[in-house]
């Protein structure tokens, strides 16, 4: 167990949000220790844990600048990319199969 306070699945007092709900809201964290954690109870399995944060003293998002737009354009043109036959599939490459589809279901064609 942890030393911070545990609230139950949606019971958590007003003033507290999960990073969800602080980028829900154009904020974040901001460097700000967790200050609580709520407790969402499965079947079977161990409970999920959300952490929260103070709303009154989480930051701004950043902005995206240029260079940042510039840098996940390319991040999404190589997730993109197959890597036998060079082509923009059009959609992200499953990490299954490493290809795109038509590679991947004849290696002959691509």
């Not at 949606?10 to 507290?16: C, E, K, N, S, V």
């Not at 990073?19 to 709520?38: I, K, S, W």
């Not at 890597?83 to 004849?106: E, F, K, Q, W």
């Amino acid at each position: 167990m942890s030393a911070l306070p545990s609230y139950r699945w949606r019971l958590a007092p007003d003033g507290l949000a999960t990073r969800r709900q602080l980028r829900a809201l154009g904020l974040r964290p901001g460097g700000q220790d967790v200050v609580a954690e709520v407790h969402r109870p499965r079947r079977r399995r161990a409970p999920l844990v959300a952490y929260l944060y103070r709303v009154d003293r989480a930051k701004p998002v950043r902005p995206m600048t240029p260079a940042r737009t510039a840098a996940l354009a390319a991040a999404m043109l190589a997730r993109r990319t197959c890597p036998n036959c060079r082509t923009d599939a059009g959609y992200c490459i499953p990490r299954s199969l490493g290809m795109c589809v038509p590679c991947a279901d004849s290696p002959s064609s691509c």
